[in-house]
């Protein structure tokens, strides 16, 4: 038998823990080698059973590994899926598997509920490339351009834009302000790539994902050499000439229906590692070439700090009021022009 400590008592693998867990190991055995299970159950079943003690539910972003993403979260999906579920959910304690700005965007859209986040240094390097007096700044230097501002921003990067938007939506808040130039912020990449599909001029800002800025575009043309027929799809937060080599560019649920919808014999997901994992556990029949680059503040996240975290109801995510206030207002807006009620 294996036994772990935890932060309470010891955990162990034992015939019962492998009997209520056998259900999700099927699920991902393809992507979790059966030695690692024994370390990944017990906290699993754990986990499971103190979510219902706390009235908790777990949402999980696309880039968590496959035991988070398949073994334990209600709800998962990309930015703005987590956004919107977490202002439906009605569980009185959200544990937020992404990073901070997701945490914070769940309080400002529900500030009533407890939200935790299981790792308070799960940042991102987009959120942290810009303050709100340069926000300020900007807005003197382009008066009367909106701020449109992409969620991966602190709640008071929010509080101080007109509207956000995420990958998957990008293009269309852009376009439903009805202005003839907005300053966008703060994803240079992405930004340029909404440049690239509309009229609207716009006014960028330098910030960039530290995972996505690494690929290269003359290593996407390689795997093309070496692996005849094979599909490339890419999230917006890459480079130019990177989304130039793709077959498919879109959020990271994007690249998850494109896949579904495609069914390609050979696929590259160009954004995090766990991507891939995450989608090949439905889709066997798909070979998934893996270029892994890792996001260290996703990759905060684990197993034991979550249920550390469902233990001493830590780490609590606050926002303060006035900036929740005029937060919610911009991440509104946004969910509003989804729902097709304009902006
Ligand atoms: P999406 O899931 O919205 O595509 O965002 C990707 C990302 O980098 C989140 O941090
Ligand atoms: Fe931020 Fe990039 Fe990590 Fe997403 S993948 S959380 S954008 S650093």
Redesign the pocket.
Known sequence: MTTFETSRATLEYTPAVAAATAEVYERVRAVVPPLEWPVHAPYIDAIQRLKKTRGAVVLA???QTPEIFHGLADLS????ALAQQAAETDADVIVMC??HF?AETAKILSPEKTVLIPDLEAG?SLASSITAADVRLLRERYPGAPVVTY??TSAEIKAESDICC???NAVEIVESLGAGRVIFLPDEFLGRYVAGRTAVEIILWHGH?E??ERFRAEDLRAYRESYPGIQIFA?P?CPPDVLAEADYVG????LIRHVEATRPERVMLV??CSMSDNVAVAHPEVEFIRPCEL?PH?KQITLPKILRSLEQMQHEVTVAPDVADRARLAVERMLAVGRGAGG
Not at 77 to 80: A, E, K, Q, R, V
Not at 251 to 254: A, D, I, K, R
């Open positions: 972003h696309n880039y999906g990309d930015s703005l992404g990073v997701m991102c969620v991966n995420t990958s998957s994902c995972v996505h999230h937060e959020s990271t649920s994007g954004t995090e996001c996703m």
